[in-house]
């Protein structure tokens, strides 16, 4: 089992950054592959980065590829989603999920754990 909470969402101006948090508990948190999703109001729960587990692999999604970067540290149980450049079409509601796999996957039915998401707001 693994249980993630996450952290760091807020309101933030078009151009700003926030950098996002996901604890994870259990200590086989270094077997998982880590992703981050986003769900807009109205909208369908969207894929954004994932990271493999020893954090060599790296996936982006082309909207947020350039500005967002999704780093993990294994000692610490925690992914992180550092999110520059922000734009208003990127708020949405941030999860935070565990994958079986070692390796990213953009695909949410490989992910068997998810945290309860943290609100991210650009203005304009």
């Known amino acids: 089992q693994v249980q993630l909470v996450e952290s760091g969402g807020g309101l933030v101006q078009a151009g700003g950054s926030l950098r996002l948090s996901c604890a994870a508990s259990?200590?086989?948190?270094?077997?998982?592959?880590m992703g981050w999703f986003r769900q807009a109001p109205g909208k369908e729960r969207e894929f954004v980065a994932a990271?493999?587990?020893?954090?060599?692999?790296?996936t982006y999604s082309d909207s947020v590829k350039g500005r967002f970067t999704i780093s993990r540290d294994n000692a610490k149980n925690t992914v992180y989603l550092q999110m520059n450049s922000l734009k208003p079409e990127d708020t949405a509601v941030y999860y935070c999920a565990a994958a079986g796999s070692r390796w990213p996957t953009l695909t949410p039915v490989d992910y068997a754990y998810w945290g309860q998401g943290t609100q991210v707001t650009v203005s304009s």
């Open positions: 259990g200590r086989t948190f270094s077997s998982y592959s």
């Open positions: 990271i493999s587990w020893g954090g060599t692999r790296l």
